[in-house]
């Protein structure tokens, strides 16, 4: 375990719905990332936050919409996806963005 | 923009023996940080080996090894005494060393599924 979790680990929401992912860390550090992984894909940063201040937003579609209301905690918020929003949604935290980053086990999100 | 190229989708080595899994990167930065990120099987991803590009000597950890060629702009990992525990999808990224617009975008290629072999 890297100490980064995240909840659900499985999603299946319909096209609709609403839900969120949840990534908790408490590790003491300061800047926490979104990322999708999908198949045959690299990883694609999605957002990152420092000190709960969004420094990153990588033109990431308005259904997807980011918050963290303090270092410890971050949520993915989604609403109205597309089938091809099914992925896997990483969580990652790092205390010196230099240096490594501690990634959770992911959310699988299918979305149907 | 930076890119990063892993040409092998897929290797295979025995178990004791070595493999060198190969990345490629394209960027204008002199200042940056090239890493390589283990995820086993549905398991977390974890950092394998870290090499700060104005260091010439090159990372090691233990059985695991970089070639890093910053001319060549050529970043390889070399696992020695290959292990059933390193079966893995193995990720080279890259994230440039000054701060500013984009510092915190680390950048992954494709990715490279070992599979190590009884």
């Known amino acids: 375990e890297t100490g980064v979790t995240q909840t659900p680990r499985h999603l299946v929401m319909g096209m609709t719905n609403k839900k969120s992912l949840k990534c908790e860390q408490h590790?003491?550090?300061?800047?926490m990332y979104w990322y999708k992984q999908s198949a045959k894909k690299p990883l694609e940063l999605m957002f990152v936050?420092?000190?709960?201040?969004?420094?990153e937003n990588n033109s990431v579609p308005s259904r997807f919409s980011p918050e963290c209301p303090n270092s410890s905690h971050l949520f993915l918020h989604l609403h109205t996806l597309q089938p091809e929003d099914s992925a896997l949604y990483l969580c990652?935290?790092?205390?010196?963005?230099?240096?490594?980053?501690?990634f959770g086990p992911g959310t699988r999100l299918t979305v149907t | 923009a930076q890119t990063v190229t892993q040409s092998q989708p897929e290797m295979s080595v025995q178990e004791a023996e070595t493999v060198t899994l190969s990345c490629t990167y394209d960027t204008s930065e002199n200042n940056y940080y090239l890493f390589w990120y283990k995820q086993p099987p549905s398991r977390q991803m974890i950092l394998v080996i870290r090499q700060e590009a104005y260091k010439q000597q090159n990372a090691t950890e233990n059985r695991f090894s970089v070639n890093f060629q910053k001319a060549a702009k050529s970043f390889s990992l070399k696992i020695s005494d290959s292990q059933l525990g390193d079966t893995a999808m193995y990720f080279c990224?890259?994230?440039?060393?000054?701060?500013?617009?984009?510092?915190?975008?680390?950048?992954f290629g494709k990715g490279t599924k070992l599979s190590v072999i009884p």
């Open positions: 990224a890259f994230m440039k060393g000054n701060s500013g617009a984009g510092s915190y975008q680390l950048t």
């Open positions: 590790l003491g550090h300061n800047a």
């Open positions: 936050y420092s000190l709960e201040e969004r420094v």
């Open positions: 990652a935290s790092s205390q010196d963005r230099r240096l490594k980053q501690y």
